[in-house]
């Protein structure tokens, strides 16, 4: 980016006027003016800029996000802004004199040309503004479009603005920058010289080879061939061919090469004489001025006839030797091939389907129609050889006379009625909506359409969005075809685009001690460019950005990488700051698909829907029938029936995914998904060098912050997070009001991470004995019945005896969640052994796995509400003892009145935990 003393120097040299030197600071000072829209159902993209070292974010993934790639890789574009300004345009309207326009833009430019602002739009839109105000916008002899009131305000701040047809990206070189992209990484190792040099010799040697030949035949890897096109070793046209189908990848020694080439393999045309002479019956040609006609054809012999009649047998072998002398010459007119109007035909679908049925019957495959019918197809489709001329004599005539028979009075009326009763939010039926209808006209003193034409005449009238919501609306459509076969949406390349999602699995499982833990959570990632799965999380915990990062954990532990761009739905933990930084950190693209729109995602949609369908569904316990409960017996309830386990289920998906539905084959390649990567791979190039290291560093990264990044350090209690201090020796060197990065452990509620000066501790919780062996879930749901319990019954005293002890008996080992503990020590078991837990070895949570069963579990609300009650008589006697002057100890508050006293107490250190033995079928 320039510095305050360039920007003054471009300033200078362009003569930019005092406005506009104003308008650029504030762009280059504030940054976009807007958040993120996602109007008209686009994609929105964030995309990590190395140019502007920022994320840049796109409105749109067809329009803006094009430009955005193409400026990031031009040389010649020094900074580019997205949503940099808003223009306050007075324009001029064709009908209401002056008007008012907010206009914001889509990029503003700074090039080494100039200062440039930049509006995208689709070609479409383009002219549908074109032919609502010429006065504004028009397209020139050149093809550039203009939009005159923008382009004479910018031109007064000295900017230059320019209006873009979508249409005008460089489609096919933006997806080979993308595929190319990976090789101007800064880790990127070097091809080797002799590489290059022995391919530089096969192409002296013979111009242009197959990709696919130096691959498998001459064995260069794919990785050396494409750093050599990228570094102009070799060449291959990045403007007109895809690097990624390589299959037709030819490349070339040099550019003269390659044009030579494609000049070479154009088909030449042939000189034909002034008119080709075809030997039929009929044919008629000149010979020596005199007029003939061929009578008849055979294998050796002509027979012709002059003009008095008479006949003469002519060798072939002479007819065709004085043709090629020209002395021969054929008056024929030669035959132009008629162009039909192949769009009408097709649209009119009824009459092209009447007229295919007339021709069959003709053909004699069908017979129920009258000899008087047959005679008159007859002599419409005589003297027809085409099939396409008799399918056009075989359509029926369309009457001229369209216009309705109902008076506009009555079909105003109508359309009024549905507007008004039909295509509203109760969604009516067709016959209330006529009895409206009805009444509407003999108000009007109208006779109604009768009930079967209003039937007929509303079906095209239904608004399904209007009716029954915009998701109904978009179940009911149609499904288009959108694919962009340029820039491919699922990607081309393994780890390229990566569809990540959750969903709740219908099964109940079970617990060492609680038998029903319920439904876990199943987060998912999909490869697009393979349809096959690349990790999974699976976990009690409801959806959020703690699974995302563990999906990611598991990604990286699987692979060693990461995906280049992620794409996600709409849900809050995916629009998280932590999520965000997490992918500027490692170069990664986010694409959030449109809202309430599936189909975006449909891979990763599918993938879920058939482990449902082949796994869960296989299972006992599986609450699929859940889904209609009046229809199930109480036999068959899954409550009944629960057998699995957390970690027995974890190993049953992760079975299927990657041994069963990877190794399948797959119908959208003809071989397994496995046997795909590895093609690819070897084609394409592998690509080692984005490799990411699974280790604690990495595991930091995929923990979460609570709420704002940093925070600010107490030199004597360390750093403040959900409500405690926690602490490291190292923090006592703290600076006045110095701030430091803070994550949490989910897998221990103990311990917290400060980045403190370059370097990661483990704070450890002040005062924190009831968290030991605490999971950081288990805190947020016991902090949030304390905050309950502060509200109800401490809000008179917050500093009594009382209240003190009151907060104390809230964090006893009685009222802790039994079936919330074991649903976390399960999923602690899983992935402790999978290595996905603690991110520092000083962070080991003691007790993770052990679980202390009550002999009489309790109501956690029954243990709050008895503590809340018991304050009051403690005040009392406080009370009583001070106006005798005696000081009373408070009492200690135990166990609700139904437990025993032994029981309620806390159990010491040295007292043993008692850990459930484990079922052989328990994985």
């Known amino acids: 980016m320039l510095s305050d003393i360039e920007l003054d120097r471009l300033f200078a040299q362009w003569n930019t006027p005092e406005a506009g030197r104003r308008l650029i600071r504030e762009i280059r000072a504030i940054g976009p003016v807007r958040k993120l829209q996602g109007r008209m159902d686009t994609v929105r993209t964030r995309f990590i800029s190395k140019k502007m070292a920022r994320a ?299 007229a295919l049925q007339r021709r069959d019957a003709l053909q004699g495959t069908q017979s129920h129609y009258s000899k008087r019918t047959f005679q008159r197809w007859r002599q419409q489709a005589a003297g027809l050889p085409q099939p396409q001329d008799q399918l056009l004599a075989l359509m029926p005539d369309v009457g001229s006379n369209r216009s309705s028979r109902l008076p506009d009075l009555i079909t105003k009326l109508a359309e009024k009625v549905v507007k008004e009763h039909h295509n509203v939010v109760t969604k009516p039926s067709i016959q209330a909506t006529y009895l409206h209808f009805v009444n509407r006209c003999d108000e009007a003193g109208l006779t109604p359409m009768s009930r079967s034409s209003f039937y007929e005449w509303i079906k095209r009238k239904e608004d399904i969005k209007k009716r029954e ?86 990604y990286v532990r699987r692979h060693g990488c990461l995906p280049r761009t992620l794409v996600l739905d709409n849900g809050k933990e995916f629009h998280s700051e932590s999520l965000k930084l997490f992918c500027s950190l490692f170069g990664i693209d986010i694409r959030w698909r449109r809202r309430s729109m599936p189909r975006d995602s449909t891979l990763v949609e599918r993938l879920l829907g058939v482990v449902e369908s082949e796994v869960i569904s296989s299972l006992e316990g599986n609450s699929i029938a859940l889904k209609d409960p009046r229809m199930l017996s109480s036999s068959h309830n899954p409550n009944k029936h629960i057998k699995w386990t957390l970690p027995a289920l974890h190993g049953a998906i992760d079975h299927f995914l990657f041994e069963v539905h990877a190794k399948r084959i797959h119908p959208r390649f003809g071989v397994t998904p496995l046997d795909h990567e590895k093609r690819l791979i070897l084609e394409h190039g592998a690509r080692e060098h984005r490799m990411v290291r699974y280790d604690k560093i990495f595991r930091l990264l995929t923990s979460t912050q609570p709420g704002t990044p940093t925070r600010e350090i107490d030199r004597r209690r360390g750093v403040f997070v959900d409500g405690r201090y926690y602490w490291n020796p190292k923090l006592a060197l703290t600076k006045s009001r110095e701030k430091a990065e803070v994550r949490v452990e989910m897998w221990n509620a103990q311990v917290v991470y400060v980045c403190f000066r370059d370097e990661w501790l483990v704070a450890q919780a002040r005062d924190g004995g009831p968290l030991n062996g605490r999971f950081r879930y288990e805190v947020q749901i016991q902090k949030r019945e304390e905050s309950r319990a502060k509200i109800n019954a401490a809000q008179r005293a917050k500093s009594s005896p009382a209240v003190a002890n009151k907060k104390t008996a809230l964090w006893k080992p009685e009222i802790w969640d039994d079936r919330l503990r074991e649903q976390s020590v399960e999923a602690y078991y899983l992935y402790e052994r999978l290595g996905m837990v603690e991110a520092l070895p000083e962070a080991k949570n003691p007790s993770g796995l052990e679980i202390t069963p009550l002999s009489k579990p309790i109501s956690v609300l029954n243990a709050l509400q008895s503590i809340a009650a018991e304050p009051d008589e403690t005040e009392r006697e406080t009370r009583g003892a001070e106006s005798k002057g005696t000081r009373i100890r408070p009492k200690k508050h135990g166990p609700a009145e139904s437990e025993p006293a032994n029981e309620a107490s806390p159990p010491s250190d040295e007292q043993e935990s008692v850990e459930a033995p484990l079922d052989a079928d328990y994985f």
């Not at 915009?470 to 081309?492: N, S, T, W």
């Not at 685009?497 to 959570?521: C, M, Q, S």
């Not at 393979?530 to 976990?539: E, G, K, Q, T, W």
């Open 56 to 354: 840049l974010y796109a409105e749109s993934r067809t329009v803006e996000l094009p430009a955005i790639q193409l400026h990031e890789h031009d040389k010649s574009t020094i900074e580019l802004w997205p949503q940099p300004c808003t223009f306050d345009l007075m324009v001029q309207s064709m009908k209401s004199g002056r008007t008012r326009v907010q206009h914001t833009p889509d990029l503003f430019l700074i090039t080494e040309t100039g200062f440039v602002i930049k509006e995208l739009r689709e070609e479409a839109r383009l002219l549908g503004y074109a032919a609502e105000r010429p006065h504004h916008f028009y397209k020139d002899e050149q093809g550039r479009w203009h939009y005159l009131p923008a382009e004479e305000h910018c031109a007064k701040l000295g900017i230059e603005y320019r209006l873009v047809s979508a249409d005008e990206h460089p489609r096919i070189f933006l997806a080979n920058l993308a595929f190319l992209e990976d090789y101007n990484l800064e880790t990127t190792l070097a091809a080797p010289p002799d590489e290059a040099n022995r391919l530089v010799k096969l192409l002296d040697d013979r111009g242009y080879i197959p990709h696919l030949e130096l691959v498998h035949q001459h064995g260069f890897k794919a990785d050396h061939i494409f750093q050599f096109v990228l570094n102009e070793t070799v060449y291959v046209d990045l403007h007109t061919t895809r690097l990624d189908l390589v299959d037709d990848l030819l490349i070339y020694r040099d550019k003269v090469v390659a044009r030579a080439t494609e000049l070479f393999n154009e088909p030449a045309l042939k000189n034909l004489p002034e008119s080709a002479l075809v030997l039929r019956s009929g044919t008629r040609f000149l010979y020596e001025k005199r007029p003939f006609e061929v009578v008849m054809v055979g294998t050796t012999e002509v027979i012709v006839r002059d003009e008095a009649g008479a006949s003469l047998h002519l060798p072939l072998q002479l007819v065709e030797d004085l043709f090629k002398r020209q002395m021969l010459i054929s008056t024929d007119q030669t035959a132009i091939q008629k162009e039909y109007d192949l769009d009408t035909v097709v649209t009119n679908k009824k009459q092209l389907e009447i």
């Open 469 to 554: 919501g915009r998701r109904m609306a978009y179940q009911k459509a149609a499904i288009p075809l959108i694919h962009d076969y340029d820039q491919p949406v699922h990607g081309v390349l393994p780890h390229q685009v990566v569809y990540i999602d959750h969903t709740v699995v219908n099964i109940l499982l079970k617990g060492r001690h609680i038998e029903n833990l319920g439904k876990p959570i199943l987060t998912i990632a999909v490869d697009g460019a393979l349809s096959m799965a690349r990790a999974f999380y699976l976990s009690y915990h409801p959806a959020g950005l703690e699974a995302t990062f563990m999906v990611l954990r598991d």
